[in-house]
């Protein structure tokens, strides 16, 4: 019985032992993890500026654009010894797509696929230690009287202050960047998502110059979509963006719909992360939404985009007549 109660109690003084450890060991990655997430906010907050949140606007500061450039052609992405000098001789983009004449048919299944890259379509790109991957969100080439510009999702370039760190790579594939990396001169979004993240006001425009190449403009080098404002709904579409994870565009095709007054939907399957800020296309090449709005863009089934209203287009022409 002695020996019993000696085992038990025994028992108890090794129990005790492993509890002190293990809370030992709690105590210790409850540490690692706080350090990890302080480390991570630094980065946030080095990558973020607050420009002018009341009236939507931020402008870059050209070194600190050039230092990004530089960031992700070192090692992140090259662009092409040999690159394309005219986007617009790219003809799958249009010509195969123009739905409205040509028997336009939605994906079959309604999922997404990998797809071929395109010039004026490219991934978002914002190296350092922000807490996001390489590329983080997708944007599209619109025409524009500068020929500089591009259209992504606002919550792509706008959280607790404008992103510092971001570079466009049109056409990008498997690490390549064929038509340079460009990087923003000017960031517009509409004061309402800078006050609350509206998801109704979850468009930017960012005009951009590629460092290296004075006076190259973007449209001349890619091609261009056209912006439609108030565009007719339910409208044949295709939606196209750069998962996070992967190094290739993907696309599905459905008919897009109104959600609202304000938001436009697709219900289309396995469109994840990263491709916010990708287009949504009618017609070949008319652009009548981005990835985002309502629910950050959408779940697993069903994309999003702020509707291209009045709004949205005293936002393209603010930005677009600004000096």
């Given at each position: 019985?002695?020996?019993?109660?000696?085992?038990?109690?025994?028992?108890?003084?090794?129990?005790?032992?492993?509890?002190?450890?293990f809370?030992?060991?709690?105590?210790v990655l409850?540490?690692?993890?706080?350090?990890?997430?302080?480390w991570?906010?630094?980065?946030?907050?080095?990558?973020?500026?607050?420009?002018?949140?009341?009236?939507?606007?931020?402008?870059q500061d050209?070194?600190?654009?050039?230092?990004?450039a530089?960031a992700?052609l070192?090692?992140?992405?090259?662009?092409?010894?040999?690159p394309?000098?005219?986007g617009?001789a790219f003809a799958?983009?249009?010509?195969?797509?123009?739905?409205?004449?040509?028997?336009?048919?939605?994906?079959?299944?309604?999922?997404?696929?990998?797809?071929?890259?395109e010039?004026?379509i490219?991934?978002?790109?914002s190296?350092?230690?922000?807490g996001?991957?390489?590329?983080?969100c997708?944007?599209?080439?619109?025409?524009?009287?500068g020929?500089?510009?591009?259209?992504t999702?606002?919550?792509?370039?706008?959280?607790?202050?404008f992103?510092?760190?971001?570079?466009?790579?049109?056409?990008y594939?498997?690490?390549?960047?064929p038509?340079?990396?460009?990087?923003?001169t000017?960031?517009d979004?509409?004061?309402?998502?800078?006050?609350?993240q509206?998801?109704?006001?979850d468009?930017?425009?960012?005009?951009l110059?590629?460092?290296?190449?004075p006076g190259?403009?973007?449209e001349?080098v890619?091609?261009?979509q056209?912006?439609?404002?108030?565009?007719?709904?339910?409208a044949?579409?295709?939606?196209?963006g750069?998962?996070?994870?992967?190094?290739?565009?993907?696309?599905?095709?459905?008919?897009a719909?109104?959600?609202g007054?304000?938001?436009l939907?697709?219900?289309?399957?396995?469109?994840p992360?990263?491709t916010?800020?990708?287009?949504?296309?009618?017609?070949?090449?008319?652009?009548?939404?981005?990835?985002?709005?309502?629910?950050?863009?959408g779940?697993e089934?069903?994309?999003?985009?702020?509707?291209f209203?009045?709004d949205?287009?005293?936002l393209y022409?603010?930005?677009?007549?600004s000096?």
């Amino acid at each position: 019985m002695f020996s019993k109660v000696h085992g038990r109690e025994q028992g108890r003084g090794r129990t005790a032992v492993r509890g002190s450890v293990f809370v030992g060991l709690l105590c210790v990655l409850l540490l690692v993890g706080l350090g990890y997430v302080v480390w991570e906010l630094r980065g946030i907050a080095a990558n973020r500026a607050a420009g002018d949140p009341a009236a939507g606007v931020y402008q870059q500061d050209p070194e600190r654009a050039d230092r990004t450039a530089s960031a992700v052609l070192d090692g992140i992405a090259r662009e092409d010894p040999e690159p394309p000098t005219d986007g617009k001789a790219f003809a799958d983009g249009g010509a195969r797509m123009d739905w409205r004449s040509a028997g336009w048919q939605p994906s079959d299944p309604l999922e997404a696929r990998p797809a071929p890259a395109e010039p004026a379509i490219g991934a978002l790109f914002s190296p350092g230690t922000d807490g996001d991957p390489d590329h983080h969100c997708s944007g599209v080439v619109v025409h524009s009287p500068g020929g500089d510009l591009i259209a992504t999702a606002a919550h792509c370039v706008y959280g607790g202050g404008f992103r510092t760190n971001l570079a466009f790579a049109p056409g990008y594939r498997d690490g390549v960047a064929p038509y340079g990396i460009w990087v923003p001169t000017r960031i517009d979004v509409d004061p309402r998502w800078t006050e609350d993240q509206d998801p109704d006001h979850d468009i930017a425009f960012i005009r951009l110059r590629r460092p290296g190449y004075p006076g190259q403009r973007l449209e001349d080098v890619t091609g261009a979509q056209t912006i439609a404002f108030r565009p007719e709904l339910p409208a044949p579409a295709r939606l196209v963006g750069y998962p996070n994870a992967s190094e290739q565009p993907l696309e599905c095709r459905n008919t897009a719909i109104a959600d609202g007054p304000t938001q436009l939907r697709l219900d289309c399957a396995d469109v994840p992360n990263g491709t916010s800020g990708g287009p949504v296309l009618t017609d070949g090449r008319t652009l009548i939404g981005v990835i985002g709005g309502r629910d950050g863009g959408g779940d697993e089934e069903t994309s999003y985009s702020s509707y291209f209203g009045d709004d949205a287009r005293a936002l393209y022409e603010r930005t677009t007549t600004s000096p």
